[in-house]
């Protein structure tokens, strides 16, 4: 009888951390406007895409951390750049200096170093050759 409780109490923890999930990702969704992030389309790389991606959401909407599938999804849904969990996953699992990596009960969530800052802006410096570079001035 413990042990079935012990399972319920677990479950209601993870669902409330989906819902929180949930809720961050509906948020960004719903504020974020491709149209202000042309750079992100001349980046190459689901790294790069996913370093972007948080820092916008920190810089814009205060969201700090996000996880691969929340990445992946955003990527996918508001971008529509294709970029799988698994590929975002093993993209920052990879930067280790660019991101800060936390484990949050199942999932890891990435949070975007100064080094990572850095890199973006170094990629998108030499992809706009000095052009356009609105976003990038915020750095």
Do not use: C
């Not at 996918?76 to 990596?101: P, Y």
């Not at 080094?115 to 973006?120: I, M, P, Q, R």
Request: aromatic share 8%.
């Amino acid at each position: 009888i413990k042990a079935k409780k012990n399972s319920k109490s677990k479950n209601k923890v993870k669902n409330q951390k989906l819902k929180k999930e949930d809720e961050i990702l509906k948020k960004l969704e719903a504020s974020l406007n491709r149209t202000k992030y042309p750079e992100i389309y001349d980046l190459k790389n689901n790294l790069d895409n996913s370093l972007f991606l948080l820092k916008i959401a920190r810089d814009e909407e205060g969201v700090s951390e996000l996880s691969p599938p929340q990445i992946s999804y955003l990527l996918t849904n508001v971008f529509g750049i294709k970029a799988t969990k698994e590929s975002v996953s093993m993209s920052l699992k990879e930067a280790k200096t660019f991101v800060d990596r936390k484990k949050n009960g199942m999932s890891f969530f990435y949070k975007i170093m100064k080094s990572g800052e850095d890199h973006l802006k170094e990629v998108i410096s030499s992809n706009k050759g000095g052009g356009k570079q609105k976003w990038i001035q915020k750095i």
